[in-house]
């Protein structure tokens, strides 16, 4: 099963707060471990991260925007290696698992 949703995800550093908007897709296939051997396969599946965009505020004002897409590559670095790690620890078994369900 194919799945993919956007999340947000907040980091603050001082008087600043960043909201990072991330689509988050892959797939998840549960396997089949009952029946003829022939038929049965492993648990499989595979994510993906994608940064959309980025809200910088200072307080509470909306100071910037910063669309992933529009950025040049240089800046697009910039902003995984500011906001990747973050976002790859997160714990998304549960949800994949879920998603796949139906639930």
């Known amino acids: 099963m194919k799945y993919s949703w956007d ?3 907040e980091v603050c550093s001082g008087d600043e707060e960043f909201i990072v908007e991330v689509r988050f897709y892959g797939y998840y296939d549960s396997g089949v471990s009952w029946g003829p051997v022939e038929n049965s396969y492993p648990e499989e599946g595979d994510d993906e991260f994608e940064i959309i965009r980025v809200r910088v505020y200072d307080d509470t004002r ?14 697009q670095k910039i902003i995984e290696k500011l906001f990747l790690p973050l976002i790859e620890s997160k714990d998304f078994e549960k949800e994949k698992k879920n998603c796949a369900q139906g639930l």
């Open 7 to 9: 999340f947000v995800t």
């Open 62 to 75: 909306l100071r910037s925007t910063i669309v992933f897409d529009e950025c040049t590559v240089k800046e």
